[in-house]
């Protein structure tokens, strides 16, 4: 998978664009994602990533920044050695470009706030 343009609401991932957050597996983009709480990050909203076991959860937290990553999804995900990078999603897109050629990544993804 390789994520080729993201703009505010928008992302195109090989060559199909979405308008809406998505999770990125190994395979597959689930265009049909939300969170239970819109700007926290929980264990229950990537359980999808989970079964693909990846070495590392990208987390686009919105183009500012504003959604949080709960501690126990960290905490949860380090127990089972998946790193978490959380970074705004402009230059969470750039990260997993770089890790997905080596490593075997998964993205969650907020494409506004």
Do not use: S
Request: aromatic fraction near 6%; charged fraction near 25%.
């Amino acid at each position: 998978m390789r994520i080729e343009v993201y703009e505010f609401g928008r992302i195109t991932i090989n060559g199909r664009t979405y308008q809406q957050d998505v999770l990125i597996l190994p395979d597959r983009v689930i265009d049909t994602w939300w969170r239970r709480q819109g700007h926290l990050l929980q264990i229950a909203d990537v359980e999808p990533i989970l079964l693909e076991a990846p070495e590392v959860l990208v987390v686009g937290q919105g183009m500012p920044g504003k959604m949080e990553v709960d501690r126990e999804l960290v905490n949860f995900l380090a127990a089972r050695q998946i790193e978490v990078v959380a970074l705004p999603t402009q230059q969470a897109c750039a990260r997993f470009n770089e890790l997905a050629a080596t490593r075997k990544v998964a993205a969650a993804l907020h494409l506004t706030c």
